[in-house]
Nanobody, 125 residues
Framework: QVQLVESGGGLVQAGDSRRLSCAASGRTFSSYIMGWFRQAPGKEREFAAAITWNEGTTYYADSVKGRFTISRDNAKNTVYLQMNSLKPDDTAVYYC??????????????????WGQGTQVTVSS
């Protein structure tokens, strides 16, 4: 059974940095793609970043490109989201998600069957 556990959220000030972690367990993820999504209050969940576990190919939403970096540590089975130059608009619950790298659109949350519980990131101005 796949389990994803996020950590690292909290309250930060605009311009600060924060690193989120997603510890994955329950299977071998070598053929998987791992995604970070976020949901702000009153808004739909949106794609932030994704990485293929094997090749390390990365994808980013335009809203975070150049500020966020997704990476993975194979030995620790952990995916990270390094967030720099945070803005109040980045305030959201951040979710880690996983699915087989099947060629489906990586930014569509409906294609991911496995989700973590989420971690809150609040950016004050």
């Amino acid at each position: 059974q796949v389990q994803l556990v996020e950590s690292g959220g909290g309250l930060v000030q605009a311009g600060d940095s924060r690193r989120l972690s997603c510890a994955a367990s329950g299977r071998t993820f070598s053929s998987y793609i791992m995604g970070w999504f976020r949901q702000a209050p009153g808004k739909e969940r949106e794609f932030a970043a994704a990485i293929t576990w094997n090749e390390g190919t990365t994808y980013y939403a335009d809203s975070v490109k150049g500020r966020f970096t997704i990476s993975r540590d194979n030995a620790k089975n952990t995916v990270y989201l390094q967030m720099n130059s945070l803005k109040p608009d980045d305030t959201a619950v951040y979710y880690c998600a996983a699915r087989r790298n099947s060629g489906l659109a990586y930014s569509r949350d409906g294609t991911y069957p496995y989700w973590g519980q989420g971690t809150q990131v609040t950016v004050s101005s």
